[in-house]
């Protein structure tokens, strides 16, 4: 079982990133998928969640209307648009399977 994120990097206040986590080895459409983020020094904070077949998603307040997921069964992969990204959203961002299969994580950097 692998989780494998790509897409993070260094953005202005402002922009935008798309996060993506691509799954291996086990049945991806089975499962609730969740991204999580953790600030320099902080613990852990969950962002958002996404059911096996895409009906129900649920994003944290404070990401809420700035950030969307989205996943695609066939692909085997979910993503994370990030849009008007603020310095605070600055952090290792990471997909986890609902059966706890964690991705090695993208580090995100918000700054001018």
């Known amino acids: 079982e692998q989780l494998v994120e790509s897409g993070g990097g260094l953005v202005q206040p402002g922009g935008s990133l798309r996060l993506s986590c691509a799954a291996s080895?086990?049945?991806?459409?089975?499962?609730?998928m969740s991204w999580v983020r953790q600030a320099p020094g902080k613990g852990l904070e969950w962002v958002s969640d996404?059911?096996?077949?895409?009906?129900?998603?649920k994003s944290a307040d404070s990401v809420k209307g700035r950030f969307a997921i989205s996943r695609d069964n066939i692909k085997k992969t979910i993503y994370l648009q990030m849009n008007n990204l603020k310095p605070e959203d600055t952090a290792v961002y990471y997909c986890?399977?609902?059966?706890?299969?964690w991705g090695q994580g993208a580090q995100v950097t918000v700054s001018s």
């Open positions: 080895g086990f049945t991806f459409n089975s499962y609730v």
């Open positions: 996404i059911n096996h077949d895409s009906a129900i998603t």
């Open positions: 986890k399977s609902s059966d706890d299969v």
